[in-house]
Protein backbone atom coordinates (compact mmCIF):
# COMPACT_ATOMS: atom_id res chain seq x y z
CA UNK A 1 0.00 0.00 0.00
CA UNK A 2 1.52 3.38 -0.77
CA UNK A 3 1.41 6.27 1.76
CA UNK A 4 2.10 9.63 1.26
CA UNK A 5 3.96 11.52 4.62
CA UNK A 6 4.52 15.09 4.64
CA UNK A 7 6.89 16.45 7.67
CA UNK A 8 8.72 19.81 8.09
CA UNK A 9 6.15 21.82 9.16
CA UNK A 10 6.21 24.00 12.61
CA UNK A 11 5.37 27.70 13.93
CA UNK A 12 8.21 30.07 12.30
CA UNK A 13 7.77 34.16 12.28
CA UNK A 14 6.77 36.36 9.61
CA UNK A 15 9.75 36.39 7.56
CA UNK A 16 10.92 32.96 8.10
CA UNK A 17 11.63 29.80 6.40
CA UNK A 18 10.25 26.32 6.38
CA UNK A 19 11.02 22.90 3.95
CA UNK A 20 8.55 20.70 3.52
CA UNK A 21 9.43 16.62 2.80
CA UNK A 22 7.32 14.80 1.14
CA UNK A 23 8.10 10.71 1.52
CA UNK A 24 6.31 7.64 0.15
CA UNK A 25 6.27 4.35 1.24
CA UNK A 26 5.02 1.39 -0.23
CA UNK A 27 5.70 -0.48 -3.84
CA UNK A 28 6.73 1.98 -5.96
CA UNK A 29 7.25 1.32 -10.03
CA UNK A 30 7.12 4.89 -10.94
CA UNK A 31 6.61 8.58 -9.28
CA UNK A 32 4.02 10.78 -12.00
CA UNK A 33 3.59 14.94 -11.63
CA UNK A 34 4.03 15.90 -7.54
CA UNK A 35 1.60 18.51 -6.14
CA UNK A 36 1.56 20.54 -3.12
CA UNK A 37 -1.38 22.13 -2.10
CA UNK A 38 -2.47 23.93 1.43
CA UNK A 39 -5.96 24.88 3.04
CA UNK A 40 -6.32 27.55 5.67
CA UNK A 41 -9.10 27.37 8.10
CA UNK A 42 -12.28 28.56 6.98
CA UNK A 43 -10.94 28.55 3.20
CA UNK A 44 -11.15 26.08 0.31
CA UNK A 45 -8.03 23.84 -0.52
CA UNK A 46 -5.26 25.66 -3.02
CA UNK A 47 -2.92 24.79 -5.23
CA UNK A 48 0.44 25.55 -4.29
CA UNK A 49 3.20 24.18 -6.36
CA UNK A 50 3.73 21.31 -8.66
CA UNK A 51 6.55 19.26 -10.53
CA UNK A 52 6.00 17.42 -13.58
CA UNK A 53 7.63 13.86 -13.40
CA UNK A 54 10.65 14.53 -15.89
CA UNK A 55 11.37 17.52 -12.97
CA UNK A 56 11.16 19.71 -15.99
CA UNK A 57 8.52 21.69 -15.41
CA UNK A 58 7.10 23.52 -12.04
CA UNK A 59 3.86 25.85 -11.92
CA UNK A 60 3.45 28.18 -8.69
CA UNK A 61 0.68 30.07 -7.41
CA UNK A 62 1.26 33.53 -7.87
CA UNK A 63 0.35 34.01 -4.36
CA UNK A 64 4.32 32.29 -3.59
CA UNK A 65 5.99 32.52 -6.99
CA UNK A 66 9.32 33.75 -5.48
CA UNK A 67 9.33 32.67 -2.50
CA UNK A 68 8.83 28.96 -2.61
CA UNK A 69 10.46 25.92 -4.65
CA UNK A 70 9.16 22.97 -5.33
CA UNK A 71 12.07 19.74 -6.17
CA UNK A 72 12.18 16.25 -6.22
CA UNK A 73 14.41 14.21 -4.37
CA UNK A 74 15.69 10.29 -4.02
CA UNK A 75 14.79 7.97 -3.15
CA UNK A 76 11.92 7.63 -5.79
CA UNK A 77 8.40 9.38 -4.82
CA UNK A 78 10.25 11.95 -2.51
CA UNK A 79 9.56 15.87 -2.95
CA UNK A 80 10.14 18.85 -0.99
CA UNK A 81 8.99 22.31 -1.15
CA UNK A 82 11.25 24.71 0.38
CA UNK A 83 9.36 27.72 1.40
CA UNK A 84 11.21 31.77 2.04
CA UNK A 85 9.76 35.26 3.50
CA UNK A 86 6.92 33.16 4.85
CA UNK A 87 3.98 35.09 5.75
CA UNK A 88 0.51 34.91 7.99
CA UNK A 89 -1.10 34.34 4.76
CA UNK A 90 1.03 31.25 4.03
CA UNK A 91 -0.25 29.67 7.18
CA UNK A 92 -2.26 26.72 6.36
CA UNK A 93 -1.95 22.51 6.26
CA UNK A 94 -0.24 21.49 3.71
CA UNK A 95 -1.14 18.24 1.51
CA UNK A 96 1.17 16.61 -1.04
CA UNK A 97 -0.42 15.09 -3.84
CA UNK A 98 1.30 12.78 -5.88
CA UNK A 99 0.95 10.19 -8.96
CA UNK A 100 2.32 6.78 -8.22
CA UNK A 101 1.84 3.79 -10.68
CA UNK A 102 3.06 0.39 -8.47
CA UNK A 103 3.76 -1.82 -11.48
CA UNK A 104 5.05 -1.31 -14.32
CA UNK A 105 2.03 -2.36 -16.17
CA UNK A 106 -0.34 -0.92 -14.12
CA UNK A 107 -2.03 3.25 -14.49
CA UNK A 108 -1.10 5.76 -12.31
CA UNK A 109 -3.02 6.59 -9.16
CA UNK A 110 -2.84 9.90 -7.41
CA UNK A 111 -2.48 9.83 -3.35
CA UNK A 112 -2.58 12.37 -0.67
CA UNK A 113 -0.63 12.64 2.55
CA UNK A 114 -1.85 14.06 6.03
CA UNK A 115 -0.62 16.99 5.76
CA UNK A 116 1.33 18.99 7.72
CA UNK A 117 0.60 22.58 9.61
CA UNK A 118 2.42 25.68 9.14
CA UNK A 119 1.59 28.66 11.74
CA UNK A 120 3.48 31.89 11.06
CA UNK A 121 2.99 34.29 13.68
CA UNK A 122 3.61 38.58 12.86
Known amino acids: QVVLIES ?15 ATSGPIWSAGGLFWYRRA ?11 DYK ?13 FTVLRGDPLGTGYLHMY ?18 TGCGSYRRYWGQGTQVTVSS
Open 8 to 22: GGGAVQAGGSLRLSC
Open 41 to 51: PGKEREFVASI
Open 55 to 67: NQITDYADSVKGR
Open 85 to 102: NLGPEDAAAYYCNQGIAT
